[in-house]
T-cell receptor, first 116, second 113 residues
Framework: DTEVTQTPKHLVMGMTNKKSLKCEQH?????MYWYKQKAKKPPELMFV???????INESVPSRFSPECPNSSLLNLHLHALQPEDSALYLC???????????????FGQGTRLTVV | AQSVAQPEDQVNVAEGNPLTVKCTYS??????LFWYVQYPNRGLQFLLK????DNLVKGSYGFEAEFNKSQTSFHLKKPSALVSDSALYFC???????????WGAGTKLIIKP
């Protein structure tokens, strides 16, 4: 199984809503990532979890809150988002939680988020 | 500072012709280089990587890339393009002990029948 599964595929939310994005992988990878991608742009790293601990937070606003309940699951909790937060949110995983620089990342298909 | 450049926003190729998507990089130390492809409304898919060893790397879907240290390049190539190769291609670089891939801006590849 080489899949990273993200749900939901599409999400429309108001600026006062609370929602969560979910990501799951069963490849035994120990590093998991959240990226934000605007149309036709490269992905921007938001968070990295290594061995279920948050290791990188790229100065992401607190209205985005990540959670890693176990080694296979990654959540992104959303609250009080702004319209400019509308984007494709990608989850990824890779081997080697201690430094995956040499290993490729496997990406999910993403959640298309629209904030209204 | 580390950087990756993809000098072409778009590359147009006729089906059956060879294709090249260019990538140059600037990084201190040994680079680890990656190519990813993104089809419309999809996540990114890994194509190939260079870590060490043979400068010619073969990857998925018939793609290959050549690492050139003197020119600091890692161009993506395919001998015969397919219409289904039309997509957005990203080059990325990393170095040891670093989670943070540095991404190129992306190149849109259009294969015309």
């Amino acid at each position: 199984d080489t899949e990273v599964t993200q749900t939901p595929k599409h999400l429309v939310m108001g600026m006062t809503n609370k929602k969560s994005l979910k990501c799951e992988q069963h490849m035994g990878h120990r590093a998991m990532y959240w990226y934000k991608q605007k149309a036709k742009k490269p992905p921007e790293l938001m968070f990295v979890y290594s061995y279920e601990k948050l290791s990188i937070n790229e100065s992401v606003p607190s209205r985005f809150s990540p959670e890693c309940p176990n080694s296979s699951l990654l959540n992104l909790h959303l609250h009080a988002l702004q319209p400019e937060d509308s984007a494709l949110y990608l989850c990824a995983s890779s081997q080697g939680g201690g430094g995956p620089s040499r290993t490729e990342a496997f990406f999910g298909q993403g959640t298309r988020l629209t904030v209204v | 500072a580390q950087s990756v450049a993809q000098p072409e926003d778009q590359v147009n190729v006729a089906e059956g012709n060879p294709l090249t998507v260019k990538c140059t990089y600037s990084v201190s130390g040994n680079p680890y280089l990656f190519w990813y492809v993104q089809y419309p409304n999809r996540g990114l898919q890994f194509l190939l990587k260079y870590i060490t060893g043979d400068n010619l790397v073969k990857g998925s879907y018939g793609f290959e890339a050549e690492f050139n240290k003197s020119q600091t390049s890692f161009h993506l190539k395919k001998p015969s393009a397919l219409v289904s190769d039309s997509a957005l291609y990203f080059c990325a670089v990393n170095r040891d002990s670093n989670y943070q891939l540095i991404w190129g801006a992306g190149t849109k590849l259009i294969i015309k029948p």
